[in-house]
C-alpha cells in the first residue's frame, strides 16, 4: 500500500522506540519523512525543548518540501518525581512535552494544506500515576489537553488527535505471565499497536475524527484491582 505517496510526514523523536516505527511504516507507506531527535543519526540532530532548534528545524522541513501534511508529535519528556525533580528538571519536561508541540505546530500552521493531521503521543499516565512520576505525568496531560484545543483552533484544515499508549515494550522485554495477566488483552503491546492507530488517524479513513484521545492500553486502566481479586494480592 502507498496511501501516503508524496505526504510529508514529520516524526519528533524518531529515532527510536515507538517513533521509530512510526517514521517506518509511513516510509514503507510512501511517505517523505523528517524525523528530529537528540541521539546523532540520519536525520535532523537536536533538542526541541530550545525555541532555537525547533526554529530552525521548521525552516529546515519548509525549505525542503513546501508544506508539511502530518505532524507527530512523539518525543519523549523526562520522567522525575516531586521528590528528586528540580524546578528546571520539571519545566524542561513541559517544554519537550507540551511547548514544543505548540511551538512546532504553530510554525507549520500556514504550511498544513487542507486535510493535514497532526497526531500528539500522550500516554495512558494522563489519567493514572505511579510515584514519582510528575515531571512526565503533567507533560503528557498538557498534551492531551493541548489536542483538543488546537482541533479547534485548526479547523477544519487541520484535523489533531491524540494517542494514550499503555504499556508498550520498545527493548525486548521478555514479559512474565504476571506482566501479560495484567493487561485484559493477554500481552503487553509494541510499537506497531501505536504506529497503525497514527497511520489511521492520518488518513482520509478518519476524516471524521478530531479533537480525540485515544487510549491504547489493552485495557489496563479499565481493570479494576482489589486485594485478593485474580490472585492480586498488595505487599506492603
Not at 5 to 28: D, L, S, Y
Not at 197 to 206: D, I, K, R, Y
Request: aromatic letters at 8%; glycine letters at 10%.
Amino acid at each position: 500500500m502507498e496511501r501516503f505517496k508524496g505526504k510529508v510526514v514529520v516524526v519528533t523523536g524518531g529515532a527510536k522506540g515507538i517513533g521509530e516505527r512510526i517514521a517506518e511504516r509511513f516510509r514503507n507507506e510512501g511517505a517523505n519523512v523528517e524525523i528530529i531527535d537528540k541521539l546523532e543519526g540520519n536525520w535532523f540532530v537536536g533538542d526541541i525543548a530550545e525555541k532555537s532548534v525547533i526554529e530552525n528545524f521548521a525552516s529546515y522541513v519548509i525549505n525542503k518540501h513546501g508544506k508539511v501534511d502530518i505532524l507527530v508529535n512523539n518525543a519523549l519528556p523526562l520522567m522525575k518525581g516531586i521528590d528528586n525533580c528540580t524546578w528546571e528538571e520539571f519545566v524542561y519536561a513541559q517544554k519537550v512535552g507540551v511547548a514544543a508541540p505548540f511551538y512546532l505546530s504553530k510554525l507549520f500552521k500556514d504550511h498544513f494544506p487542507k486535510g493535514a493531521s497532526i497526531i500528539n503521543i500522550s500516554s495512558s499516565r494522563d489519567r493514572m500515576s505511579q510515584p514519582q512520576t510528575e515531571s512526565y505525568t503533567a507533560a503528557k496531560g498538557g498534551i492531551a489537553a493541548l489536542t483538543h484545543a488546537m482541533a479547534m483552533s485548526l479547523a477544519p484544515k487541520v484535523r489533531v488527535n491524540s494517542i494514550s499508549p499503555g504499556w508498550i515494550d520498545t527493548i525486548g522485554y521478555e514479559a512474565s505471565e504476571e506482566d501479560k495477566i495484567q493487561q485484559p488483552v493477554g500481552r503487553i503491546g509494541t510499537p506497531d499497536d501505536i504506529a497503525s492507530m497514527v497511520l489511521f488517524l492520518s488518513s482520509e479513513e478518519a476524516g471524521f475524527i478530531t479533537g480525540e484521545n485515544i487510549v491504547i492500553d489493552g485495557g489496563m486502566t479499565h481493570q479494576m484491582i482489589y486485594h485478593g481479586d485474580k490472585g492480586w494480592k498488595l505487599e506492603k
